[in-house]
């Protein structure tokens, strides 16, 4: 079975600045898809960015970057100048061959003046 | 841009009586996913409909039931409610169409179930 592991509870940044949370995943799978959502207060989920196992290239979204490192399962979230509106829970998630989606604990990123 | 619709966004029962949840999803959408998100945790998945078929099956209790029908809307169906059963109930949907895997999932508001 798949696993996603957020080994960070929470974050601080203050705004402007950037952040970086961490998710790692453990998979047997070689075609797969990884995302970030997003999940404020309003508890609404909102995809961030999704990135897919096969392509090289890191995905990007604006402010929101990722570093995707397969060989070591690894998928890290960027984001550059935080703004207050980013504050919110963050959700790592994998999908493969069964396409739901499994997702990390989640780490709560908190944006100070 | 439509987003996933889903009804009703609150909801409060007594234990051991029932509820449905419906979603309607992205036009077009040919895939629906229930998660259920406890109390500061994640979302856990429920179940899958592709094509109106029963496609996946997680950690959804025998209390509960889903389909979809021919429209594509879902509606997920809960008995003998428990009060462990307050929850978010998250209907997602995605398009397989010309990709069977990896299709994005956009979620719907949630619907917010208090079982008292």
């Known amino acids: 079975a798949q696993t996603v592991t957020q080994s960070q509870p929470e974050m601080s940044v203050q705004e402007a600045e950037t952040v970086t949370l961490s998710c790692t995943y453990d998979t047997s799978e070689s075609d797969y898809y990884l995302f970030w959502y997003k999940q404020p207060p309003s508890r609404q989920m909102i995809l961030v960015i999704r990135q897919e196992a096969y392509k090289q290239q890191n995905a990007t979204e604006n402010r929101f970057s990722v570093n995707f490192q397969k060989a070591a399962k690894s998928f890290s979230l960027k984001i550059s100048d935080s703004q207050l509106g980013d504050a919110a829970m963050y959700f790592c998630a994998y999908t493969g061959t069964a396409s739901k989606l499994t997702f990390g604990t989640g780490t709560r990123l908190q944006v100070t003046l | 841009a439509a987003g996933v619709i889903q009804s009703p966004r609150h909801l409060i029962k007594e234990k051991r009586e029932t509820a449905t949840l419906k979603c309607y999803p992205i036009?077009?959408?040919?895939?629906v996913y229930w998660y259920q998100q406890g109390p500061g945790q994640d979302p856990q998945f429920l179940i899958s409909?592709?094509?109106?078929?029963?496609?996946d099956k997680g950690s959804i209790p025998d209390r509960f039931s889903a389909q979809q029908f021919s429209d594509y809307h879902s509606e997920l169906n809960m008995s003998s409610l428990e009060l462990g059963d307050s929850a978010l109930y998250f209907c997602a949907s995605s398009s397989k169409r010309g990709n069977p895997r990896g299709e994005t999932q956009y979620f719907g508001p949630g619907t917010r179930l208090l079982v008292l």
């Open positions: 036009p077009r959408h040919d895939t």
């Open positions: 409909f592709y094509e109106k078929m029963q496609s």
